[in-house]
């Protein structure tokens, strides 16, 4: 089954209790404390995933990721760090990619995710679901801050400065636990290429290229698809980044810009396949 171009996005309500929360919160965004029960069917053409209200951010990123669609061949292989509930995983299969590697370490919405397979009986044999951290390292035992509304990351810092709005407002518990670590160079040795690796892991994307094998990875990814975060108030590691990947011989071509927010998206294509 082909989604083809993105036409619509249609929301179906699960539950009618929580109408005028939602109305509430979409006029005056205000939020009752008890809107995680507020849960929603999102129709992506074929592919369906249920949301909660909080999750609704992640149809902005999930719409620039798909703009890079020509790059999803018949036997493409996806690699989704920050997989998340399942979304961008799900759109992938459903454009014909023959797998799709998704790593997800967040307890609360590996759930959603789980679910969100089971809503696509006829994708969820071509996704493979890792709860896996993405880190330089393999096997290692790291603490990880989760909350149920998906916010999460590895950096206790990262939460308390860059979403105390949302945490404060909405009441949110913050949760920590230890999560197993797998690298990028052990992924890159599960298959026999990445024609797209998207990454979006809060802050966590300078980590993963340390200690990276650098030919292989110049051999087996074609297109980065990233989410930069400015976790130094600079944009210092996000320009770094970019540099050190530019030397690997990736070109960009398209890029936000750095701005006044905490995160823009960048994509990246080896330049060995650019014809």
Aim: glycine residues 4%; hydrophobic residues 45%; positive net charge.
């Amino acid at each position: 089954m082909v989604l083809g171009r993105i036409k619509y996005l249609q929301l179906a309500k699960i539950d009618p209790r929580n109408y005028y929360a939602f109305l509430k919160y979409i006029v005056k965004f205000k939020i009752r404390k008890k809107i995680d029960t507020c849960q929603f069917i999102v129709y992506l053409n074929s592919v369906k995933f249920k949301l909660i209200l909080l999750n609704f951010g992640i149809l902005r990123d999930l719409l620039e990721y798909l703009e890079f669609q020509r790059f999803i061949v018949r036997d493409a292989i996806i690699v989704d760090i920050g997989a998340y509930v399942g979304d961008y995983s799900l759109a992938m299969a459903a454009l014909g990619a023959k797998k799709v590697l998704a790593f997800e370490p967040q307890k609360s919405v590996l759930k959603l995710f789980k679910l969100n397979l089971r809503l696509n009986p006829q994708l969820a044999n071509k996704i493979e679901l890792y709860p896996y951290a993405v880190s330089s390292k393999d096997n290692e035992e790291i603490e990880f801050y989760d909350t149920m509304y998906g916010i999460s990351t590895i950096f206790q810092s990262w939460l308390a400065q860059h979403h105390k709005t949302e945490i404060h407002t909405f009441n949110i518990q913050v949760n920590k636990y230890y999560v197993k670590t797998i690298s990028l160079n052990t992924i890159l040795k599960l298959v026999e290429k990445i024609d797209v690796l998207k990454i979006d892991i809060e802050g966590a994307e300078y980590l993963i290229f340390k200690n990276l094998d650098e030919e292989l990875f110049k051999k087996k990814v074609r297109l980065i698809v990233m989410e930069l975060h400015n976790i130094d108030h600079r944009w210092l590691r996000a320009k770094i980044l970019i540099n050190y990947l530019t030397k690997l011989g990736f070109k960009t071509i398209k890029f936000e810009g750095f701005n006044n927010q905490t995160a823009t998206i960048i994509s990246l294509e080896n330049s060995k396949f650019i014809s």
